[in-house]
């Protein structure tokens, strides 16, 4: 006989035993009877010797939804034998009774068959037998697996979210353990939908976002699995990935297919796709590792261009774990005082002298030494330290400033991370105050992506700065798209026109004519002229030609560092 077939009850034929009502029990009195049938639960009583002496029309009704052709219940024996019938609880439930008969206590187990759930509690009674009430749970469990199914469901587009995302990789890995199914992980991350939530509104960018997840699962097989895992963030799980040209295929198909035009609402919107991808097992056996290395994939395909896909290569570690030492170390290099002011003459045509410089910083780090700014600034932008840096940079070249003959101006280059600082003014206020430098000896160079942004705002701060003398130059002229329009929006002092254009004067003979254009332009709207880049004589001798007011570059100088200033001027002779 098996374990789970002996018997739980003493083994004397209980079946013989006399009627419940020829045997009261001080368990049960017939006053009880009405009381005990109106309550929701069914309710049994069990003698010692495995009789039911009470069975109420709920608990009769109960156990007939999950055992149909049990009539008459008058033994435990035949309450076991009917829930047998249940085996996806059998197991589980003989545990519950066996570990209640050899310590009493009360216990709790379910019993489930078909779309029915019952919660049985056995409770001992001292001396007499046990109380076993049921419950029909089925209603709520079904509620439990509605909201757990819920839960792991995005609310806007009803992707799998990140919960249900982990489960299904967590089982593709198990799969992959069991079988060798390889399977890849794609990032997908929208370009140029901010703007969309910005401009139009949330309403508007959540439309968006539907569409877009209706048009991601429209690539792919129903074995995998697309979800969402933030605001614009998308991810989608490729199973039974036989090469990299399956998944090279989709990423590319992304790509073309969530860059083309949608109709929301009235509106002809155009977004596009970054998308990074890690296959399993080769960039890694692990969520988390896959994760950021698909992640790793995705900031490559941004730093190239967006609108792009990348695969995940080892040498994207490196560079990011560089990234990351190269962040940490900035953020002490402000309170270390590793930053430095070099600074490059501009020299003005006529008078042959130097009316100003531009401040330019560098970052000399204590094992790597000198940092050009290339290497960090954009660094600095991306993770928000530039406003703090940027106020140092402003503070300092006020400061140096104050040393230099009083016809010299300082220029510095403000980003449209510090436009959208609040107190960009005030602070400009604090440093001239600090430094005693008076307001027309600072410029404020700006380039066309800080008039991209909230432009009336922008324009409101620049004319703020005009308003307390301090002079506002747009550097690299001609480079964007509307140049020319921000100088009818806003009466520039200076414009810079970009080394792009001197170094071609060689080579291409519009560079000449688009100097001379810029130059006359300046002319007629009472503004300073700089051509930057100026590294031959050939160079300075045309663009003296072409009508320009200043040059900057490498023939005049190369940034010097502040305390190498002064020796410098000293052989340039200060105007009459």
Known sequence: MSADARPLWPTKDI??????????????????????NSVRQGILFIDRQGRLIVVTASAQKTIHHIVPHVQELVSARQLLRAFQACRSSRREMF??????????????????????????????????????????????????????????????????NRLLLRERLTEALARLQRTGDAFALLLIDLDRFKPVNDTLGHPIGDALLEKVADRLRSTVRPTDTVARVGGDEFVILQNGVR?????QALARRLVDLIGRTYMVEGHLLTIGASVGAAFAPGDGTESDKLLKNADLALYRAKLDGRGTYRFFEPE??????????????????????????????QLHLESDRITGCEALIRWRHPERGMISPLDFIPLAEEIGLIVPI????????????????????????????????DRLVEMIISALA??????????????????????????????????????????????????????????????????????????????????????????????TTVAEGVETPEQLQRIRLEGCTDVQGYLISKPIAADDLSAFLMTYPLPN
Not at 21 to 31: C, E, F, H, T, V
């Open 15 to 36: 079946h013989k035993c006399p009627p419940v009502a020829d045997k009261p029990s001080r368990l049960y009195s017939a006053a009880f009877d009405q009381y005990l």
């Open 390 to 421: 940027g106020e140092w940079v402003i503070r300092q070249a006020c400061r140096d400033a104050m040393t230099w003959p009083a016809h010299m101006s300082v220029a510095v280059n403000v980003s449209p991370a510090q436009f959208k600082s």
């Open 95 to 160: 545990q519950h009774l066996r570990s209640m008969l050899k310590r009493p206590s009360r216990t709790i187990f379910e019993v489930a068959h078909l779309n029915r759930t019952i919660q049985v509690e056995l409770s001992p009674v001292a001396e007499e037998g046990w109380a076993v009430t049921l419950e029909d749970i089925s209603a709520r469990k079904a509620n439990e697996a509605r909201a757990d199914e819920v839960a792991r469901l995005d609310p806007l587009t009803g992707l799998p």
């Open 243 to 247: 090469e990299a040209a399956d998944t």
């Open 316 to 345: 994207m570690d490196a560079r990011m774990q560089a990234r990351r030492k190269l962040e940490l170390d900035m953020r002490q290099a402000l309170a270390r005082r590793e930053f430095q002011l070099h600074y490059q003459p």
């Open 434 to 527: 600090t430094s005693g430098l008076p307001a027309r000896r600072l410029e404020v160079e700006i380039t066309e992506g800080v008039l991209l942004q909230q432009n009336e705002r922008t324009l409101q701060t620049l004319h703020r700065l005009r308003e307390l003398g301090v002079r506002v130059s747009m550097d690299d002229f001609g480079t964007g798209y509307s140049s020319l329009s921000y100088l009818q929006s806003f009466p520039f002092d200076k414009i810079k026109i970009d080394r792009s254009f001197v170094k071609d004067l060689a080579t291409k003979p519009d560079g000449e004519a688009i100097i001379r254009a810029v130059a006359g332009l300046g002319k007629s709207l009472g503004m």
